[in-house]
């Protein structure tokens, strides 16, 4: 990420309106921060304002900013944030997501692992529930010990991501993060039938994306199915 420093000659820079959370939730750092007051742009821009007299509307227009939760501006707009597990293309909600970094060596436990859960992984620290959506999905998992792989003439990183709902965290290997991205109401498509019909899709929602259909994780269901492989 470039930090921007300004100036006193500088316009003030308010990406936080545009692509924040206040603006359309596309900024790649949100996958990253989370929110905007965790990123150091929001902060040199806040200093900045401090070394001068406020403008007009500068405690509203902050309080406003900080009070905003890191979840869809309105109820017809829907922040996601896309991933692929295997050759899926699918997305949860960015408001779960707690990290997203480097693939971490597993710590496997003796009689508990099974295809979905497997283990345990160190993060920042921490240690996380490490499960597979590969096995939860019945999807190969071939790259599995294999940080970079090769796709259409590209290298593609496997990232690990860390979940939580309700204080209920798991971190899992997805083969291709692609980054946030907001979709409105009207884009949004109803699960086929054929597959709706199986009983065993986690998918809620279906959502355009590069040409190809993204599958919308129900949250609800994947984490119940999660709970259950630790039992």
Known sequence: MTLVVLEETDEAVDCWNTIGVAGD?????????????????????????????????????WTELLSKKES???EDDLSVVIFRVADQWLALE???????????PTHR?????????????????ELELYV???????QSDEN?????????????????VVIERDGDRWAFP?????????????????????????GDTFTRTVVPWDDRDVGV????????????SVR
Do not use: I, M
Not at 109 to 125: A, D, Q, Y
């Open 25 to 61: 939730g596309s900024c790649p750092e949100l996958l990253k921060v989370t929110h905007c007051r965790n990123c150091p742009v929001f902060a040199t821009a806040g200093r900045h304002l401090l070394d001068r007299e406020p403008p007009s509307g500068y405690r509203e227009t």
């Open 72 to 74: 869809p501006r309105t």
């Open 94 to 104: 960015t408001h779960l997501f707690r990290e997203v970094s480097e693939l971490r």
């Open 109 to 125: 436990l003796p009689h508990r692992t099974n295809k979905v859960f497997k283990g345990l992984v160190n993060v920042n620290g």
């Open 132 to 138: 597979s959506l590969h096995g939860l999905l019945e």
């Open 144 to 160: 599995s010990d294999q940080s970079v792989t090769e796709e259409e003439g590209r290298r593609v990183y496997r990232r690990l």
């Open 174 to 198: 997805v083969d291709e993060v692609h980054g946030v991205r907001r979709f409105p109401k009207s884009q949004r498509k109803a699960v086929p039938v054929t597959v709706a019909k199986t």
């Open 217 to 228: 994780l129900d949250e609800q269901r994947l984490f119940t199915a999660l709970q259950r």
